[in-house]
């Protein structure tokens, strides 16, 4: 969570993000300039779940405000609306609820220094020296809270403004391993349970890889999608709905209060016992070196945690010790999160570069003095946007921060001014395309600028490469030089051109010898029987990936079919058939496999589980991931697991490779 206003003693830097606002000389518009910025960042990091400053300039910028707001009562008042003290996440689309308990905040610390400081007030305040404390990971992704009613889940809310949330529960409902009913008898008659929606890494990948596939933009973090999936009110794509997952933490209300235990530490296993996914490596720690070392493993094992944290929370262990300390305007003084740095890194622009994407999306680029951040050397970050390029005022030549906060691309998130050179030159953004010279158009929100020609070669460079990739029809040695020059000497125009190439156009296009360039047409005319749905997915029209692609292969049965049903597709399919594209099974009969119901069970030597399903597919046939009334058949590899019983139980016919290999026509 953003910072608090209470906290803003506390925090003493001013980050170069600051320079871009007015000076104080002119405090009203001073004010009322850096509200705004505040609200813009609130927005962007609560609703869109992106950042565009590190946390530590945004402190900045609310410590300045705080200070301007003290020392110009008048203007503060004439400069309109407060900010809201406690950021508010509400999207204002989904039905509202009151908490019970309200979900407060946690008060920031980021230095050794002031852990001690926390932990010394706690120290006067109860006269002892020996407190002991949970150390848990910071799981970075979006709060929730659950209300379980003898045992029964019946509210899921998000925190909203801490007073009032958002109902999402039929969202939390449908989270892996969230409980309908909590097991156990001893339940309490009324709960509410506090934690952490969040993404792993792993489904974070995943879901991403699907969106490259589809030609969507990827997410900048597992927050980013966390927050996403949380908030949606229609349901997700089929590969993003199953990535969340909760850990919890923590309690609201709770009647009757005797429920529960007296440490924070049985609070995990008591969560468990209930059959609720907690928290992990949580580690208890007595007296300040403890804590500090606490921390600092955290730290140090932070790498290798499959979820993503963004630092770590410390809690006072006794919940009578909790109670008595008690809660500040929003925070609690019992607890307080430890923030890891952000791994940023300075170092100089030296060009800005426009990519053209896929979809004509116009992205600078930043070209950097090659920069290590984090242990990777960073020579290249995103810019983001025309807008974002235009806020930031970043120059060519100009000291940047670059940052990688768990971030798929590197940001830069602040110039330092006062490294500006005086000869600093202002970039200005192309109103042409850089590739082709078509006026840009600007669409939506005005950070979104597109070079509307489909024929550009740089977006048709992009679609090639994306079309002979493994997501498409896997042309191998068809690599991006090559497609530049084939785009280049106007040979190719869409990928159905690809099937005319002749053995001289290759050579034309500097493939070496006459094997290279025949090693390379083999491959071309290999790709002709590839399954159907990767010339499908392989054409990268956004919304349709590999998942998109099955489905109107399942449905429609052909290439042609498809192409009936989809004007969208219909002119790039009718052009790949008539270039005399074949892929199996959907040819002739609609597919052998047509209509039949197939499990997968252990491994088959010469297809991994994708391919083997894909070609299932292909045939017309579905897959299924267990053995049921449906099935037609259960195809059975070395090492099968328990689908093998399963299916004999029921009497299914299970199939060896060697079976199943001819069922697919032998190939
Ligand atoms: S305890 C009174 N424990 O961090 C607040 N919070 O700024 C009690 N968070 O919104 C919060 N991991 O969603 C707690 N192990 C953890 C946490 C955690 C993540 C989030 C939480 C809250 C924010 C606090």
Known sequence: MRLHRSLLPLLVSAGSALAAVAPAS???????????EIARHDDLYHRAGRTEISDTDYDALRVRLAALEKDNPADALAAGADLPPVPDDRAGTLPEHAHHEPMLSLTKVRTPAELRGFHERLERRFGREDLTYVVEPKYDGIAVSLTYERGRLVRALTRGNGRTGED????????????????????????EIRGELHVPFAEFDRVNAARAEAGLEPYANPRALAAGLARRADAPPAEEATALRLACFGVGRCEPETALPGHQHELTSLFRSWGL???????????????????????????????PTDGAVVKLDSRALQAAAGD????????????????AAETRLVAITVQVGRTGALTPVAELVPVEVGGVTVSRATLHSAAALARLDVRLGDSVRVQRAGDVIPVITSVNLALRPADARPFVFP????????????????????CPADSCPARLRRRLGHFASKSGAGIDGLGPVLIERLVGQGLVREPADLYALRREDLIAAGVGSGAASDRILEAIARSRSAEAWRFVAGLGVPGVGRAAARELVRRHGTL????????????????????GVRPPGVAGNGGALRGKMFVLTGELAGFTRAEAAARIEAEGGRVAGSVGRGTDYLVAGENPGT????????????LGEDEFTRLLGGN
């Open 643 to 654: 689908k093998l019983a399963e299916a004999r139980k029921r009497g299914v016919p299970v």
């Open 328 to 343: 500040g305007m929003d925070a609690p003084r019992w607890a307080v999160a430890y923030k890891f740095a952000a791994e």
């Open 431 to 450: 109103s042409e395309c850089p590739e082709c010279g078509t006026p840009v158009v600007s669409e939506g929100s005005a950070d979104a600028v597109r």
């Open 277 to 307: 996914p907690v928290i992990t490596h949580a580690a208890m720690a007595t007296g300040s070196e403890e804590l500090l070392s606490s921390v600092e493993r955290l730290r140090s094992i932070r790498p290798e945690l499959v979820f």
């Open 168 to 191: 999402i529960t039929a969202r939390v409902r449908a989270v892996a391993g969230v409980p309908g009913r909590l097991r156990g008898g001893d339940l309490p008659e009324k709960i």
């Open 26 to 36: 002119e405090p009203r518009a001073a004010i009322r300039q850096l509200r705004l």
């Open 560 to 579: 042609e079919g498809i192409a009936v049903a989809e004007p969208r597709l219909r002119d790039q399919l009718l052009a790949l058939l008539r270039a």
